[in-house]
């Protein structure tokens, strides 16, 4: 069992930057691909980036290329979304999640974390 903890998110004006934390335990941290996804009010949730076991591949959605980073540190079993460039329409929950196949359907996840805020003011 897998147990994850976002941390990093609050309210940040138009233009800025965030970096968010997902904290894993409880598994072998690098046999994960991990992802991250938000879900905005009143919309389903999305698919933002992923990053493979090791590191190697990452995966990003449309709308956030050149904007956001995914990365991993496996010595601390961490991932990290860097945002950067922030807009309103990036206001949403943001959740990490793990799972055995690096995939951006939030389905090949089996390990969600509780969410992060992340609030972008115009």
């Known amino acids: 069992q897998v147990q994850l903890v976002e941390s990093g998110g609050g309210l940040v004006q138009a233009g800025g930057s965030l970096r968010l934390s997902c904290a894993a335990s409880?598994?072998?941290?690098?046999?994960?691909?991990m992802g991250w996804f938000r879900q905005a009010p009143g919309k389903e949730r999305e698919f933002v980036a992923a990053?493979?076991?090791?590191?190697?591949?990452?995966y990003y959605a449309d709308s956030v290329k050149g904007r956001f980073t995914i990365s991993r540190d496996n010595a601390k079993n961490t991932v990290f979304l860097q945002l950067n460039s922030l807009k309103p329409e990036d206001t949403a929950v943001y959740y990490c999640?793990?799972?055995?196949?690096?995939?951006?359907?939030?389905?090949?996840?089996?390990?969600w974390g509780q969410g992060t805020q992340v609030t972008v003011s115009s």
């Open positions: 409880g598994g072998t941290f690098s046999s994960y691909a």
């Open positions: 999640a793990a799972g055995r196949i690096l995939r951006t359907g939030e389905n090949a996840y089996n390990y």
């Open positions: 990053i493979s076991g090791y590191g190697g591949r990452t």
